[in-house]
């Protein structure tokens, strides 16, 4: 048997096994709408009703989601794939009651991993535990390496603000992962609105637009306002749902977590962590690597 055959195999064995945690990848058509910061407190607020919660920073290259902690991690991604660390060994606890998996700043994308590496990456996640969420805050944009974590998860949600180049990004977001799995389920959060009927509007352009011309349907998750303490906290290096509970954007973070964890039916539920690897590598091994 060879080694792409190999892989197949161990994919296959260790999905049997895995637990059916929901991924849901976070991801902007454009960098600085708010994306890593939504991902981090939307994990925050998923974990305060009682989900467990896995925070994988998939950025490969500007991985940031420890500096919106206030974190300095000693290791991450890179060394499990090269083989230096377990994945149990990087898996950080943080106060604010979520776990989280550093990112490698400036490393290769997964699709430059061979085949040895994939396969002690894959191994690795026996070492996970049995979570409810894994929530992968992608990089920006639609390069190869973000639209490999999209399709993979189970769900998407898509990150904009009013301005018209991050609608028009977004939508080239959403054009893309309707190109690659057109049944993908994408919800749609505008952040950074003035008041409730601009974050309505900009969310039924979108949906509008992406069922008249890419017949993919984009629920409106929710919105966020315009809120100083946002900046403040990212100042802080503190995640705002944390530092200011009670603060707008906060609430509106709250009520997006109560939309998505209300909606969970049986038949809702993830494919598992497992399965979320399996389709991160299928092109390849159907390719035959």
């Keep these: 048997m060879d080694q792409a055959a190999n892989l197949r195999k161990l994919v296959i064995e260790n999905s049997s096994t895995g637990s059916k945690t929901k991924t849901i990848a976070i991801t902007s058509g454009k960098g600085g709408v708010g994306k890593t910061s939504f991902a981090v407190s939307f994990s925050i607020a998923l974990s305060q009703r009682g989900k467990s919660v896995t925070l994988l920073d998939a950025d490969l290259g500007l991985a940031n989601i420890n500096v ?7 290791y991450n991604l890179y060394h499990v794939i090269k083989g230096k660390k377990k994945l149990k060994d990087i898996i950080i606890d943080v106060p604010e009651g979520i776990k989280i998996i550093a990112g490698a700043s400036g490393f290769h994308q997964l699709a430059n991993l061979d085949i040895k590496q994939r396969e002690e990456f894959i191994k690795a996640l026996s070492d996970l535990g049995s979570d409810d969420f894994m929530v992968v805050d992608t990089g920006a944009g639609i390069s190869q390496n973000v639209l490999s974590f999209l399709v993979a998860s189970d769900e998407v949600i898509v990150i904009t603000t009013p301005e018209p180049t991050a609608i ?3 939508y080239g977001t ?7 799995a057109p049944d993908k389920t994408v919800k749609l959060v505008v952040n950074r609105v003035q008041s409730v009927s601009e974050g309505k509007r900009v969310a039924q352009r979108v949906i509008n637009i992406a069922g008249q011309f890419l017949n993919i349907k984009v629920e409106n998750l929710g919105f966020i306002f315009e809120d100083m303490y946002v900046s403040k906290s990212i100042r802080n290096q503190k995640p705002f749902i944390a530092s200011y509970p009670k603060c707008r954007a906060s609430s509106c ?3 997006i977590a109560d939309r998505l964890t209300h909606s969970e039916t049986e038949d809702m539920k993830g494919s598992g962590m497992m ?8 092109p390849e091994e159907e390719e035959g690597l």
């Design 168 to 170: 028009t990004d977004a």
């Design 68 to 74: 919106v902690l206030g974190i300095i991690p000693k």
């Design 253 to 255: 973070v709250d009520i």
């Design 174 to 180: 959403i054009k893309a992962i309707a190109a690659n």
């Design 275 to 282: 399965n979320f690897f399996k389709r991160l590598f299928r």
